[in-house]
């Protein structure tokens, strides 16, 4: 697809445009500023709950916190699973393979769909004894049960969305992604306190409007996602004409999916066994935790946004065959969060207590959440080797080594870590967020060697 530039001249527009040559600095910001959009619009979510479920008390800020975590878990392990579909539709199009590409997008759909199902079941079945397993109080649990049952049903809805959005990202055009992001998020931010407080027509929901406002905004932009697509709008321009079942590609999918959701949940699964340790201190440092895993999330937009740029970029240079492109695109993307993260790191470390205070103002949950944060400080500091290098892994389909690191991190550095620390010094609560940094400075270490030492470079799909 082109477009006239005057004088006869004309360009390729950005979703055709060729990602594996010209700058890689300008090319990994062309792909990664419509990416930070999508991705905070898309944290902004949660974020939006809070800040009104906020206003409900500290019982709803914790329960909706460690439903969301769980939430949180089951997305993760979705984009897990999709991460097989990022990979192999940026090596198709690097190898110049539109139709192949547009093949693995189909079959994705297969995934989805069984995966959205299953999710509902157990949201269905499970929300309560979930939650009473954290040993958190009877009024928690009641909130975060109603806000963890309708998000879980309502996973079909994220399904459709993020089979959209990695397809066209993956394939190079995620300007087309961001606009979707923006047209529901607009509607989250309009309905969100509409369905909780009762405002104008609306029916008081408390939590669970919350809940129900992200199934309707998430819904709305999984149609406008697919019509962008099947309309012939993105790079890539599917149809159902002649599909059928296809277990190879399917399983290939899965083979690079399964250890990215691996990843993904063990990146989750602990912050909630984190939980029981933090539990015993009250609710407010359940809250101050819940509150602080938000703005990580938050945080951590941008660094994803710059991993999965890389992982795109890099795919489609190792399928043009060129790998040392590639690794430059790596260590450029790692170098430039990490200079945003110094600004970000010193803004927390004079306004905590005020970032805060955005949320809930009850003093005591103020002084414990910015300590918090203080404490996380390091753990941002390195964060541009720990995200950026492994979502750029796993987006060229290495996701084995990125799940063995996090599963060793997380439950042999940081679980014991945070169980020992408090018990064994003065830190208290405190340690459980000193054990989060200690094991997150370990995974920088290790990406950093193997990422020099270029074995993914070889990585097959």
């Known amino acids: 697809m082109t477009e006239d530039t005057g004088g006869g001249r004309r360009r390729r527009s950005a979703p055709d445009r060729d990602w594996t040559k010209g700058s890689i600095s300008g090319n990994l910001w062309a792909l990664s500023w419509p990416i930070m ?39 993760a392990l979705m984009m897990g699973l999709f991460t097989g579909l990022r990979a192999m539709i940026a ?26 199902v299953f999710t509902a079941l157990l949201g269905l079945v499970f929300a309560e004894q979930t939650l009473i397993l954290f040993g958190v109080e009877a009024d928690v649990v009641a909130q975060g049960a109603a806000y963890m049952r309708i998000q879980l ?25 961001m606009r979707v992001a923006i047209f529901y998020r607009v509607i989250h931010l309009g309905l969100a306190p509409a369905l909780i407080f009762g405002w104008w027509i609306f029916p008081q929901l408390g939590v669970s409007g919350a809940a129900l406002t992200n199934v309707i905004s998430q819904s709305l932009g999984g149609i406008l996602g697919l019509w962008f697509l ?9 149809t159902l004409k002649g599909f059928h079942l296809d277990w190879s590609i399917i ?41 602080t895993q938000r703005l990580d999330n938050f945080m951590r937009t941008i660094a ?25 695109t790596g260590w450029l993307s790692a170098g430039l969060f990490t200079c945003i993260m110094a600004v970000a790191s010193l803004g927390i470390w004079l306004w905590a207590e005020n970032i805060i205070r955005v949320f809930n103002t009850e003093p005591d949950l103020v ?52 169980y020992v620390l408090p018990a064994v010094t003065n830190l208290g609560v405190n340690g459980v967020r000193w054990a989060m940094v200690a094991a997150q400075v370990l995974r920088a270490t290790f990406y950093i060697f193997y990422f020099r030492a270029g074995r993914w470079k070889n990585k097959k799909i």
């Open 37 to 75: 959009v999508s991705s905070s619009l898309n944290m902004m979510g949660p974020t939006i709950d809070m800040i009104w479920i906020g206003k409900l008390g500290s019982a709803a800020v914790a329960g909706v916190g460690i439903a969301g975590m769980a939430v949180m878990a089951v997305n």
């Open 91 to 116: 090596r198709f199009v690097g190898a110049g393979n539109s139709d192949g590409a547009n093949h693995v997008m189909q079959q994705a759909f297969v995934v989805g769909a069984v995966f959205s």
């Open 153 to 177: 049903v309502g996973m079909v809805t994220m399904s459709l969305l993020r089979i959209t959005e990695s397809s066209m990202q993956a394939s190079g055009d995620t300007v087309t992604p």
């Open 230 to 238: 099947f309309s012939g709008r993105t790079r890539l321009k599917p």
């Open 251 to 291: 399983w290939r999918i899965m083979k690079v999916g399964i250890p990215a959701a691996v990843t993904g949940v063990q990146r989750n699964f602990p912050n909630l066994v984190l939980v029981w340790f933090v539990a015993p201190y009250g609710t407010f440092a359940v809250a101050a935790h819940s509150l």
């Open 304 to 328: 994803l946004a710059l991993g999965q740029s890389t992982g795109i970029l890099a795919g489609q240079n190792l399928g043009a065959g060129l790998p040392d492109r590639a690794e430059r």
């Open 367 to 418: 002084q414990l959440g910015a300590i918090f944060l203080r404490i996380q400080i390091l753990g941002y500091m390195v964060s541009g080797f720990t995200v950026v290098l492994s979502t750029g892994l796993n987006g060229v389909g290495d996701t084995f080594t990125v799940m063995l690191v996090t599963l060793l991190t997380m439950w042999v550095v940081q679980i014991p870590l945070a």
